[in-house]
């Protein structure tokens, strides 16, 4: 008895050891494996479902010849096919054209004549979309017509699992072009952020080194038969004389010298030369290299390189994202590249071919400079510009509004802006615009308990004047009503716990971005508001040009802010006294806007010009080197 309870037990646990057919099935669904797995492990399924010997998966080729994809269980190599299987080949057209299930009896040799058949094959169409790509092919051993037909079902049922598996495939792959998709268009936008040449090179080898994971990336552009590298990953400064530039220079001109694409270590069958990468890595270790050329116009102007450890080779998923980021991103690089030069380059490219068209191609530079000196001589002796003295600036206030404290309270809540941060210096706010708000816990419950005490005192008076006691009636009015006064001083308090602008404009000060909480006294200034319409300018005007600068002059300066708005003024005071500041003396100027912007702020600082009238440029060139040699030879 004890051995069969044991026996029974030990089967209880190999049973539930066993995987049951849903795990089998969850497990085939949710596989992610190559195709050719995929089948066998479906096959297997399936045959285990329908208790079938056998299966098969085929497929009609274009040709019109049919093709086994997968066998279960797997054929010995060389075997010869099995009956069953040439039965399947042949029927395989007819499952194809007709889209149906077929179930053909075999026959084996020692089955006597006229008695049912023991073996079926049952063929299964195979479909995608709207048409029948092949067939499932399982060898079955009944005779049963209602389990053939429930074996039938079953099988088509999981021939469906097929199609899943291929939809998931789909979507893998469309998920993996968007990824690269997403990876090629930020690095896109990063590049196209930047205005000038330096930082886009160098935006784009931090953006590809960070999204491709590699530990450098260098970009290098042609000039003439050479390639100089101008941005390294995580590089501000390097030297085209260090061994490692002029190494990742000779494998750049290499990959520009053959315009494909070199990938180190070579895969197999690669015809390209790659010795100038070879010996980039023997230098400075191994390593996976990838060059990219940038093409314009179908030739390369430029070089994309990157390198990262051994064993992280470049997958061909990670090339064609990076093939297509270096095609979008080429345009913007030789744009900025052309047109970001130094002013004077480009003035030089342009005047010679100017020249060289004009006066001939036979001594153009010696042409032009004759030209050239006669133009500037003529230019500053007779042409006028217009006399100007100019001196920083600095934006300040006429009007000041300040908020202070109503009385001793904690600080609650701040308000915010309109980009969500707390309301502080810089910001504009209207008139009536709630900046902070004080605590009033302790306010409202003082105001709950001066209202009780108050209805306290008029019960108390209503009590009094029944009883016909006037005296007690008198002292609790009068108690109701000095009650009555507080509540209205709490009220008021409350009310004033919201601390609101009074004017419009600037806040000038009152930081308290990190200070929530704060204990606040009677009296403490909280911010300062100034109209934007009240601000001047006070200049910094230079020692050796105060002489010049009269009362009413108009000029126009420019903030740092925004260099490009110029604002009019006018001079309304020059303070006779002079100031010292970093060692030199200067002369306060206050001025009058003329024009007022919305971005305005106290404590801008810029650039002012002051008109002082026409003169020749050489006398306004030579001006303070006239006066200098004045004041040393005393003339």
């Keep these: 008895m004890a051995v069969d309870s044991r026996t029974q037990a030990q089967a209880t646990q190999l049973s539930a050891d066993r995987p049951t057919l849903a795990d089998i099935v969850e497990q085939l669904v949710r596989f992610e494996g190559p195709p050719e797995q995929f089948l066998v492990n479906l096959l297997a399924v399936q045959c285990h479902v329908s208790s079938a010997q056998a299966g098969a998966i085929l497929r009609g080729t274009p040709e019109g010849k049919i093709e086994a994809l997968s066998i279960y269980p797997p054929m010995a190599p060389e075997s010869t096919a099995p009956v069953w299987l040439a039965q399947a080949v042949e029927s395989c057209p007819q499952v194809i054209t007709t889209g149906r299930t077929v179930i053909k009896s075999l026959r084996q040799p020692d089955e006597l004549y006229g008695q049912p058949s023991q073996h079926h094959l049952i063929m299964v169409p195979i479909r995608g979309g709207t048409n029948v790509r092949g067939s ?8 049963d017509p209602a389990v053939l037909a429930a074996i039938r079902d079953r099988l088509e049922l999981t021939s469906s699992w097929l199609s899943l598996y291929e939809m998931r495939l789909t979507l893998a792959r469309r998920q993996a072009d968007l990824r690269r998709l997403r990876v090629t268009m930020e690095t896109l936008v990063a590049v196209n952020e930047q205005e000038r040449f330096a930082a886009t090179a160098m935006t784009l080898c931090n953006e590809v080194a960070s999204r491709w994971q590699a530990d450098r990336v260098g970009l290098g552009l042609l000039k003439g038969r050479y390639v100089k590298l101008k941005a390294l990953s995580h590089t501000e400064k390097f030297s ?3 061994k490692l530039v002029q190494n990742i220079e000779g494998a750049m001109e290499e990959c520009v010298d053959q315009n494909v694409e070199i990938i180190h270590p070579a895969p197999e069958g690669a015809t390209y030369v790659s010795r100038a990468h070879d010996e980039l890595c023997k230098q400075f270790g191994p390593a996976a290299l990838v060059s990219m050329p940038m093409r314009r116009a179908g030739q390369p102007m430029a070089v994309l390189i990157l390198q990262r450890p051994v064993d992280r080779p470049f997958s061909l998923e990670e ?20 047109h970001d030069r130094w002013v004077g380059a480009k003035m030089v490219s342009g005047t010679k071919k100017l020249a060289g068209f004009a006066v001939g191609s036979k001594h153009t530079w010696a042409k032009l400079v004759a030209i050239g000196v006669i133009a500037v001589g003529l230019f500053v002796t007779l042409a006028k510009g217009t006399h100007r003295a100019e001196a920083p600036f600095a934006l300040e206030a006429v009007e000041r509004q300040r908020v202070s404290a109503p009385y001793d309270a904690f600080l609650s809540e701040l308000s915010s802006n309109a980009k969500g941060d707390v309301i502080g210096p810089g910001d504009f706010v209207s008139k009536g615009t709630v900046l902070a708000r004080l605590k009033t816990n302790e306010l409202q419950a003082k105001l709950i308990r001066a209202k009780a005490e108050q209805q306290g005192y008029l019960t108390e008076a209503e009590q009094a004047k029944d009883k016909g006691e006037t005296s007690k009636q008198q002292i609790a009015e009068a108690q109701a009503r000095r009650v009555g006064a507080e509540i209205e001083l709490l009220n008021q308090q409350i009310a004033d716990a919201e601390i609101v602008a009074p004017i419009s404009g600037l806040v000038l000060s009152g930081d308290w971005k990190n ?46 802010a925004d260099p490009g708005d110029r604002i009019k003024f006018v001079v309304e005071r020059v303070n006779p006294v002079a100031e010292v500041v970093e060692q030199k003396n200067v002369f306060k100027v206050r001025v009058r806007l003329l024009d007022h912007r919305p971005w305005m702020k106290v404590g801008m600082e810029g650039v002012a010009k002051v008109s002082l009238g026409k003169d020749r440029y050489i006398n306004l060139w030579t001006r303070r080197l006239v006066n200098w040699l004045r004041m040393q030879l005393w003339l």
């Design 136 to 143: 499932s092919a399982f060898f079955v051993e009944a005779n």
């Design 240 to 242: 085209r004389k260090q």
């Design 319 to 338: 090339l064609e994202a990076l093939r297509l980021a270096c095609d979008l991103c080429t345009p913007r690089v030789a744009v900025l590249h052309e």
């Design 515 to 560: 200070a929530k909480g704060a204990r606040l006294k009677l009296g403490d200034l909280m911010f300062e508001v100034a109209p934007v319409d009240s601000l001047y300018a006070d200049l910094s005007l230079p020692e050796d040009q105060v002489a010049d600068v009269r009362e009413g002059q108009e000029g126009e300066l420019a903030t740092q």
